[in-house]
């Protein structure tokens, strides 16, 4: 009872909630706060108790019996080293190619001696329902390590982990009232309320700003020295436009500017990606930052970088245009946007210095310069764009 008291049981609820619902199991917040409450009426420290309080409370269909007694054996029990957790994506795919018919089981806690007329155990050479990959500590390694070392495993997990973040963006103030408890008198309410006391005025009506969430703009460098960052960097602008409920507008560059917002709406990451790798002609090409943003600013700027937009520019700075050219252009950006948000893949390394020509040019006019290499620097960001609000804050905050 005092690890549940300490909070180490309820954390590792939540985790096999986690691991349910990626099953497939119909498991949700409201469930998991029942759950916490109806431990509170038994003993934890007997294990049929709470195997059958969280069978009652988290499984709503007899076909997922065999499925959350698997994964139930394989969570709660006392690993050798470090916690265990699920592979979720292959169980998953498993479960939605095959699932057969199923008939209910009787009622007995788990390592319990089969009784007559059941089903006797699995054999010890037929394959187990849930396989153990990943634990606990492996997935803290691979939240702090760099895109460019990441394996195919990784990134597939990788662009899990993704998916599951949380984007908010600040909103702005427009210049229209509503209905609120504001200081603007709304004196046609106030009329109209008043007329049945002849006149007088007895109720009183207020306006209050209207806010709009800011419009997002995602410039992302494809060019030969970014090849490495390129793939999973599109899976983060992909998941970003997905978890964002405003607009959000897409373009990617090497030597010219393509706009990809199009391309990555859907369902289906993968079809989304392939159909910007068909839409874009110069993929791992050469680097003209500075042709690319002059393309933005003259063609797109009016179009998308109205009502106080946000923009996220994604490059390592390598560039072999004109500098002069790149100057001017993101002078032009900044003056353009309410915040001009430059990141790169290798401001996360500690021996980085941005030397470069490219960076040493656009550094005077970015508002925030933040590393984008891993894991944790995408959820740094999350909670940078959260913190973005109605206000005008000092331009340019370089940031190593």
Not at 345 to 368: H, V, W
């Amino acid at each position: 009872m005092s690890s549940y008291e300490h909070g180490h049981l309820l954390h590792n609820l939540i985790l096999f909630g986690r691991v349910l619902r990626g099953l497939g199991l119909d498991v949700n917040p409201g469930r998991m706060l029942d759950l916490v409450q109806a431990l509170d009426t038994i003993q934890i420290g007997r294990k049929e108790d709470f195997y059958y309080t969280l069978r009652s409370l988290l499984v709503h269909r007899h076909e997922d019996f065999p499925l959350f007694d698997e994964a139930f054996e394989l969570f709660w029990r006392k690993p050798a080293e470090g916690w265990t957790t699920l592979n979720l994506n292959t169980l998953a795919a498993r479960r939605r190619s095959t699932r057969p018919r199923f008939t209910p089981p009787p009622l007995r806690p788990p390592n319990a001696a089969p009784t007559e007329g059941t089903d006797p155990p699995p054999a010890a050479d037929q394959p187990p329902l849930v396989q153990v990959t990943l634990t606990y500590s492996a997935r803290e390694v691979l939240r702090h390590k760099d895109f460019g070392e990441l394996s195919g495993e990784e990134l597939e997990a990788i662009q899990q982990l993704m998916r599951d973040l949380v984007w908010e963006l600040g909103q702005r103030r427009t210049r229209r009232q509503q209905p609120g408890r504001g200081r603007l008198l709304d004196l046609r309410r106030i009329l109209r309320r008043n007329l049945r006391h002849g006149g007088e005025v007895f109720e009183w009506a207020t306006l209050e700003p209207k806010f709009k969430p800011r419009p997002l703009v995602i410039i992302a460098d494809i060019s030969g020295s970014m090849e490495r960052y390129t793939r999973l960097l599109l899976h983060f602008v992909y998941a970003l436009a997905e978890g964002l409920d405003q607009h959000v507008e897409a373009f990617v560059f090497s030597t010219r500017l393509t706009r990809i917002t199009r391309q990555l709406r859907g369902r289906d990451p993968d079809r989304a990606l392939r159909a910007v790798a068909h839409t874009v002609p110069d993929w791992s090409g050469g680097t003209r930052i500075g042709e690319a943003l002059k393309t933005f600013n003259f063609d797109w700027g009016r179009r998308v970088l109205g009502r106080g937009a946000v923009v996220l520019l994604i490059s390592d700075g390598w560039d072999r245009g004109d500098i002069e050219l790149l100057r001017a252009e993101m002078a032009r950006l900044q003056r353009s946007c309410y915040r001009l948000i430059w990141l790169n893949p290798l401001l996360g390394s500690p021996q980085y210095e941005p030397l470069t020509r490219g960076m040493q040019a656009a550094l005077p006019y970015i508002d925030d310069f933040l590393p984008v290499h891993n894991l944790a620097s995408l959820e740094d960001l999350a909670d940078h764009l959260a913190r973005l609000d109605e206000r005008r804050y000092a331009r340019r905050t370089f940031r190593h």
